[in-house]
């Protein structure tokens, strides 16, 4: 093997390992998921902190809808997600959050926008006694694979 050989092998190593590495496992579907999964369990856990009529995680309807910021499908990066989410009584309510979206597949979420619908950081719990909001502002991670 010439000088010149050698000197290109690691280059062309590791240009097949690139080739091979395909796009980033950070999807639109993937993110979606999480945040919509995470957001009924967060309502969940809320109306138990502030004294409400319970409702079972499997009675909620939540969807989000994510998107880049930036406009791709996929990537680390900053998100924007719009959750539709109901109850029994069938109430449709709808907040937007953005989110960071790390390349190691975790998420913060943030409310965008007026956070009228879900209170600010603390809200009043049916004792009048206050508490964090669990939906303001939240993270959490998904399986990239």
Request: charge should be neutral.
């Amino acid at each position: 093997m010439t000088a010149r050989a050698r000197w290109h092998l690691p280059f062309m190593f590791g240009t097949l390992l690139l080739a091979g590495c395909g796009g980033s496992d950070v999807t639109e579907a993937r993110v979606e998921a999480a945040v919509a999964g995470t957001f009924a369990n967060l309502v969940h856990a809320q109306l138990a902190r502030m004294g409400l009529t319970e409702m079972p995680v499997r009675s909620l309807r939540v969807a989000a809808s994510c998107y880049r910021a930036a406009g791709e499908r996929r990537g680390a990066g900053e998100w924007v997600c719009t959750v539709v989410w109901s109850g029994p009584n069938g109430v449709t309510l709808r907040d937007t959050y953005d989110l960071s979206v790390g390349a190691n597949a975790c998420y913060a979420a943030a409310l965008g926008g007026t956070a009228e619908a879900l209170g600010g950081p603390i809200v009043a719990g049916s004792d009048g006694r206050q508490v964090r909001n669990l939906l303001y502002a939240f993270d959490g991670c998904f399986d990239p694979f």
